[in-house]
């Protein structure tokens, strides 16, 4: 009777670690291929006494605010192009299907009132909090040809969009970061 206990148990940790495993591969694979766009921010309180210096992104999406997108689903896909390296908000729409050339899904979802994609909180390092004031722009990687709506925040960008908290006497590559 243990042996079944011991096996089946074994079992679920294999199960586990192989989609654990699969999940960080594919951010991986999204941090090092994927195309980075710059999504602007609207400016947020960045402290919390529990969870140390950290900013929650804001992004501006007035322009989705019409009577069309106010009926879409609470989650589907943010459609949107990409000019001069930022996100350009298009429409909601329920699912990753029926995209012009040269447009891009992300996952979204509705809480409240406010639109989400999974990337609206940034933890500063020890020491980098000042750099909340800076900061104009998220920095995010996608796959383009993968239309499964998922991203990678990789961080926050000043208004030259060069990246922020890098280390004096470093220099960050526009595209590479």
Same mark, same amino acid.
């Given at each position: 009777?243990?042996?079944?206990?011991?096996?089946?148990?074994?079992?679920?940790?294999?199960?586990?670690?192989?989609?654990?495993?699969?999940?960080?591969?594919?951010?991986?694979?999204?941090?090092?291929?994927?195309? !980075?766009? @710059?999504?602007?921010?609207? &400016?947020?309180?960045? #402290? %919390?006494? $529990? /969870?140390?210096?950290?900013?929650?992104?804001? *992004?501006?999406?007035?322009?989705?605010?019409?009577?069309?997108?106010?009926?879409?689903?609470?989650?589907?896909?943010?459609?949107?192009?990409?000019?001069?390296?930022?996100?350009?908000?298009?429409?909601?729409?329920?699912?990753?299907?029926? !995209?012009? @050339?040269?447009?891009?899904? &992300?996952?979204?979802? #509705? %809480?409240? $009132? /406010?639109?989400?994609?999974?990337?609206?909180? *940034?933890?500063?390092?020890?020491?980098?909090?000042?750099?909340?004031?800076?900061?104009?722009?998220?920095?995010?990687?996608?796959?383009?040809?993968?239309?499964?709506?998922?991203?990678?925040?990789?961080?926050?960008?000043?208004?030259?969009?060069?990246?922020?908290?890098?280390?004096?006497?470093?220099?960050?590559?526009?595209?590479?970061?």
């Amino acid at each position: 009777m243990r042996h079944k206990w011991f096996v089946l148990l074994f079992l679920n940790f294999l199960v586990f670690t192989g989609f654990f495993t699969y999940s960080v591969w594919e951010k991986e694979k999204i941090r090092k291929t994927g195309r !980075l766009f @710059f999504l602007p921010l609207v &400016l947020s309180d960045p #402290r %919390s006494l $529990f /969870q140390g210096d950290y900013m929650i992104l804001n *992004y501006d999406w007035q322009v989705l605010e019409t009577e069309e997108n106010a009926n879409a689903p609470k989650r589907g896909c943010l459609v949107f192009r990409i000019q001069k390296e930022e996100l350009v908000p298009i429409r909601l729409q329920k699912d990753f299907t029926n !995209l012009s @050339f040269g447009e891009h899904c &992300l996952k979204y979802y #509705r %809480s409240g $009132f /406010q639109l989400k994609i999974g990337a609206e909180s *940034y933890f500063f390092q020890e020491g980098d909090a000042s750099l909340d004031s800076e900061a104009k722009f998220a920095g995010i990687r996608f796959l383009e040809a993968d239309n499964s709506g998922d991203k990678l925040l990789i961080g926050l960008f000043d208004k030259n969009k060069q990246k922020l908290g890098q280390k004096k006497g470093t220099k960050s590559k526009k595209g590479k970061n």
